[in-house]
């Protein structure tokens, strides 16, 4: 899951939470509802989107795609602690048999969102995949094989109510994860106690996932199974204790060949705009031309860089008289409660196709200095409606109807657009692409515990820099010094440099140790990488009164993920 954040004093920054590295069992940062929640009332939105103007609606379908989705469920699934062994306590999950050409196509994917039900204790259980392979009649095939650590001694080591990872517990090298961290994020989310998995992950011919084979890069025809551990935060012991399981099983059948050219799919928008105050905006001239523009940089954003772009729009407004207010200056902690109640009031043919994009007015952080620009659900969301995943949220901090004050119509120059304007754009993005599947690059170290990567060879590993005692900074110039990008031993600053003909200064100004950046060698190809999905936030700066930004925002390998992507039709 990724945040945008931004402090009161004004400066932006990018803050991510991905995996559970440490589970505090006892006073977790969100306490995940085992309880249904009620759905949301919505109506049907007064602001109607000018899709010629924004560049979205078919113009980026394939037209090649088809999704089928069906549930399966297990009532007797049988509940391990977090530090339990697990051997012997898995549930098997048939999914059936599918044959590659008519059910997958040439780029097809299967997603599967599994949900615990009925849990019989307080609390809840996440739904860890332990196994996903497919036996093709002359072999199996394994997309998912974790170590025999995990089914000896557990995935977690716990003590006095705080755990953390039993490094011998793993993903197999060679299966369709980057390893541990990646694994874990999938399956111990930061909201509610779904979980969403997706195959393929990796791809061998553009080198995705060091060591990803072959024959984890498309589905092959076979029958299908999937494993999971019901893993209880309850506490107390859940010996024979069982719970129920609903797996939603999302097949994407594509029959045309991804990044054959500028139309890669589109993904279309459920827009809730949440409080009295956003939705009187966006009835105004001013929030409606803003709207319109905002969306038109997302949806630029995504087809210049991998062409994907917005479908269609649908409208909700959730306003004071229905309950809004209470959500549109939410505390963090209370996110999964909007997302399950909002995405239920949605069309119920949108799930899976359609994402529920929430614009509040503010999101805190438990009584920090800062408020959260963006935030999605989870990094690849759910394909179903009303899980506490089921969303991305944006502050808009009631700015809908300011922004852009010399604009006069929805065609306005980018040139004189705010720039916290082009900023809510970006996180957008940045946070749509959180939701189909990518990661940060890198994540902050936090002391001696190992940095995570995104694993993928295109993207750099960003190397946090020391600042002082065990605090580290993770910023763009971490990324840009990098000697890792696309295997290159030269790095985008001595590759820009070189370009510009200067040295020791290039990407940002005077060679000073700030994020500002100076030249953005477009066409370098160690700077080719995925700028979008930065720990922090773009760079942007305005010179001549023109707006220079970084160039090529979503790396090729990330575009891969993406497009396997259920929403992506």
């Known amino acids: 899951m990724g945040l945008r954040l931004r402090e009161k004093i004004g400066i932006i920054l990018l803050f991510g939470l991905t995996a559970c590295g440490v589970v505090d069992q006892a006073n977790q940062a969100v306490n995940p509802l085992s309880t249904p929640v009620p759905a949301a009332k919505l109506v049907t939105g007064a602001w109607m989107p000018d899709q010629t103007a924004i560049g979205s609606g078919s113009s980026n379908s394939k037209g090649t795609t088809a999704l089928t989705t069906f549930t399966l469920s297990a009532s007797n699934a049988p509940l391990v602690r977090f530090n339990d062994p697990w051997s012997g306590n898995t549930t098997l999950v048939d999914l059936g048999n599918f044959t590659a050409s008519s059910d997958f196509g040439m780029n097809g994917s299967i997603t599967l969102v599994a949900e615990t039900v009925n849990y019989p204790l307080s609390g809840g259980a996440y739904p860890v995949l332990a196994s996903f392979y497919v036996d093709t009649g002359s072999g199996t095939i394994e997309f998912v094989n974790t170590s025999d650590a ?5 995935m977690w080591t716990c003590n006095g109510g705080n755990c953390t990872a039993n490094a011998a517990c793993t993903v197999q090298t060679g299966t369709s994860f980057g390893g541990r961290e990646d694994w874990d994020q999938h399956q111990v ?18 080198g995705s996932w060091t060591g990803c084979p072959a024959n984890l890069s498309s589905l092959p025809s076979g029958h299908y199974y999937a494993k999971y551990v019901m893993m209880s935060d309850s506490g107390s012991s859940v010996a024979s204790t069982t719970t129920g399981l609903k797996v939603t099983v999302s097949i994407k059948k594509d029959t045309a060949a991804r990044n054959t050219g500028s139309t890669n799919g589109s993904v279309d928008v459920n827009l809730i705009l949440v409080g009295d105050q956003n939705v009187n905006d966006s009835h ?50 209370d996110l999964g409660i909007l997302f399950s109640a ?26 920090a200095s800062f408020t959260i620009l963006g935030l999605s659900g989870g990094i690849l969301g759910p394909t179903v409606n009303g899980t506490q995943s089921s969303g991305l949220a944006f502050s808009s901090n009631d700015d809908l109807a300011v922004f852009n004050a010399t604009c006069s119509d929805n065609t306005c120059s980018r040139n004189n657009q705010d720039a916290s304007f082009l900023e809510m754009a970006a996180t957008i993005a940045h946070e749509m692409g959180h939701f189909l599947g990518l990661n940060h690059p890198s994540e902050s170290k936090v002391g001696t515990s190992p940095q995570q990567n995104d694993q993928l060879n295109d993207t750099p590993t960003c190397l946090a820099r020391l600042t002082s005692g065990s605090s580290y900074t993770l910023d763009q110039r971490a990324c840009y010094q990098d000697s890792t990008i696309q295997s290159s031993s030269a790095t985008c600053q001595s590759a820009c440099d070189a370009a510009i003909g200067v040295g020791g200064q290039g990407y940002f100004n005077s060679g000073n140790n700030t994020s500002t950046p100076d030249n953005f060698c477009k066409t370098v190809t160690q700077c080719q990488f995925n700028h979008l999905m930065w720990y922090t936030t773009k760079n942007r700066l305005k010179m001549s009164g023109v707006w220079h930004e970084d160039g090529n925002l979503i ?10 992507d259920a929403f992506v039709r």
């Open 150 to 154: 995990c089914s000896s001694a557990g």
């Open 189 to 206: 989310p930061p909201f509610g106690y779904s979980t969403t998995n997706a195959f393929p992950r990796c791809d061998s011919s553009v």
């Open 284 to 333: 105004s001239a001013a929030g409606a031309r803003n709207l319109d523009m905002l969306f038109k940089e997302v949806n630029s954003i995504l087809t210049t860089n991998v062409g994907i772009g917005i479908g269609a729009f649908t409208v909700y407004d959730w306003s004071d008289a229905n309950g809004g207010n209470q959500y549109s200056n939410v505390d963090y902690s």
């Open 342 to 367: 909002g995405s239920q009031a949605v069309t119920a043919a949108s799930a899976g196709k359609a994402l529920n994009i929430f614009i509040v007015s503010d999101i805190a952080y438990s009584g």
């Open 555 to 564: 790396s090729p390998e990330s575009s891969v993920l993406m497009q396997w």
